[in-house]
């Protein structure tokens, strides 16, 4: 149990407080008999939750963060006679320091880690349930989300019914009997998840309706009977081939007529090529005698250093003809080679060479939309069939929760029935829980919807989950202890000092109330607040003094 609490930043009258102890039943931290606000007892309540794992004390305690800033909480859990220390700051509330008798700090720790060492000293090694799961529901403190006087089970606003039964379960250790189911069924809503979350980034193809599943159907049967038109039409087997090779075989096809144009080019080519080689063998005449006899003072030399001139260029020029000629010869003998390849590529994709490349290419899309609209409609009949069995085992769940429910439910408001008829000596009605399913239920008591008496049942209720189940502690603030009349407040302070579990709780002019219920304050009382220099923190942060600023 938790034996005592320090900070250095608690004080009263300029002064450190000493340590705050606790003992196993009622603890009351008191008030003024003015019922003065803003001097920390909700606030004490809230580091009593923080101690416990809880974070609500540095989110929601926003003024007390900001008027103290960061401070460290020391406290001492016991256990079987050992004492174990621990330290936890509000400058980082995700981890918990381990530490030796003078708090000095031996090893940090995770808040989970540390949770669940708690958990497992008070013995709450329950299927499903986490320490913070048992106990937060049970912290009902002023500005945390667990005042809702019709919905005990709730742990925050916003959480579903659904997740406060299952804790519910959990804490009555009643969990095992329906923990294999709710994995399945848990595993069954990620596969649903999955395939509709793919669908919906278009990773896979999917329709989004019955509607359009059916239109899928009509166009589907409109392409399988266009499919069969085109491969009567070619009588050479397309219906055995797939949007894919039929895409390939036309692809084939483009490049065999490519090459294949590419060689005439180039034959035609090589033979201009060859055409104007034969033009170079002209040779001229080398006997000038004749010349000389006509013109008698020509200039012979010159002639022949023109004709030298022409036999060097006739080389040159024969040298690049045949080099031209070979390079296209070259790029001629790789068309030809591309086209034996390309050739025996489509005979062995079906011998369908005398098919046509815009028969192939539309037969290849009409095969594409095919597989498109099929894998669409397979996978929304997945999607289908997925969200009927999430729907089935999600039912049956349901069913097995009921059922199981129904007995707790006896259980739970029978106790709840003892526990008022000693309050009210049976003279009023007791709460009661109704379980409707799964995931809804219904808290109240009958023939009483006053506010007095809703709070009264939250505190019974409460009552009965610390007697009942392996709860360790609970928390009640001022708020609804003085809903209460005075005799019925004296009998729930004296079933709170009869457990030997942990109950903490707040409040205020304790000279209003019976002699009996001032005489259990006093004696169960673990720490006095009041104005003027007695608040937790030795003032109030409401006060608009430049002192503490």
Sequence with gaps: MLRMIRCDKFMENGSIRPPIMFKAGLNTVLGSQSGANSIGKSTFL??????????????????????????????????????????????????????????????????????????????LNLPGLTLRNAVSRFFRVYGRETLDENHPLKNAI?????????????????????????????????????????????????????????NNQKRIEELLFESQELAEQSSHGLMDMDSLQAAQLAELKHQLSNFRRQRTRLISQKKSVEADRDFTKHTFQKDYDALVQFFPGCNIERLESIEQFHRNLSRVLKKEFKENADSTQAMIDLATQQIKILEAQIAEMGNMSNVSKAVLERYAAVQKELQHLQEANANYEKMEELRKRTKDLTQKLDSLILEVILALQQEINGMMYELNYIIYDGKKTAPTLTIQDASHYI????????????????????????KMTALPVLAHDSLLLKQIEDGALEKILELYTQTPKQVFITLDREGTYTERAQEIMKTTEVLRLYPGGGELFGWSWNENTEEHK
Excluded at 71 to 95: C, L, N, Q, W
Excluded at 173 to 184: N, P, R, T
Excluded at 443 to 466: C, E, I, N, Q, R
């Design 46 to 123: 809230m580091i009593l939750d923080f101690v416990f794992g809880g974070e609500d004390y540095v989110f929601r305690s926003t003024d007390v963060q900001e008027a103290i800033q960061v401070h460290v909480i020391e406290f001492i859990f016991e256990f079987d006679g050992v004492p174990y220390y621990f330290s936890r700051s509000t400058g980082d509330h995700t981890v918990v320091n381990i530490c030796d008798e003078n708090f000095n700090v031996i090893k940090t720790i995770s808040n989970e880690h540390y949770m669940e060492i708690l958990a497992d000293k008070y013995g």
């Design 443 to 466: 808290f109240f008591t009958p023939k009483d919807s006053g506010t007095g008496s809703k709070y009264k049942g939250l505190m019974v209720f409460d009552l009965a989950m610390l």
């Design 158 to 214: 916003r959480e579903a019914d659904k997740v406060g039964i299952e804790g519910l379960l959990k804490l009555c250790d009643k969990y095992a009997a329906v923990e294999e189911l709710s994995k399945i069924v848990s595993r069954a809503k990620d596969e649903e998840s999955t395939i509709k979350k793919a669908a919906k980034y278009q990773y896979i193809a999917a329709v989004p309706n019955k509607t359009a599943f059916k």
